[in-house]
């Protein structure tokens, strides 16, 4: 049974920073795709970043602007989302996601495995 439970969320500054963790199970890390999304209040899930291919290079939504990094560790099969420089409007809930193939877009449509979920506050 895939699992996956995020962990790591809550109240921030503005212009602090967050890592969030997301630890799976179910599965081995190495051969899946994995992504980080977000839904912020009133708006649509949108792709953060994702990791989908056998090197393990991220792809990174364009309005990341290297203020939001994707990271895994396979030997402790987790994923992680580290947040810098964070603004009120990165507030919402944050979604990791998995799917069994590589080379996924970094789209929600394209990802079978989701977790339930944290929220990230972003204080003015």
């Known amino acids: 049974q895939v699992q996956l439970v995020e962990s790591g969320g809550g109240l921030v500054q503005s212009g602090g920073s967050l890592t969030v963790s997301c630890k799976i199970s179910g599965f081995r890390l190495d ?3 994995v992504g980080w999304f977000r839904r912020a209040p009133g708006n649509d899930r949108e ?4 990791i989908s291919s ?25 994923a992680f989302l580290t947040m810098n420089n964070m603004k009120p409007e990165d507030t919402g809930d ?25 929220r990230v506050t972003v204080s003015a």
């Open 31 to 33: 051969y899946y795709s």
């Open 47 to 50: 792709a953060i970043a994702c």
């Open 54 to 78: 056998s090197d393990g290079s991220p792809e990174n939504a364009d309005w990341v602007n290297g203020r939001f990094t994707i990271s895994k560790d396979a030997s402790k099969n987790t």
């Open 94 to 118: 944050y979604f990791c996601a998995a799917d069994d193939l590589l080379l996924r877009p970094c789209e929600a449509k394209f990802y079978d495995y989701w977790g339930q979920g944290i």
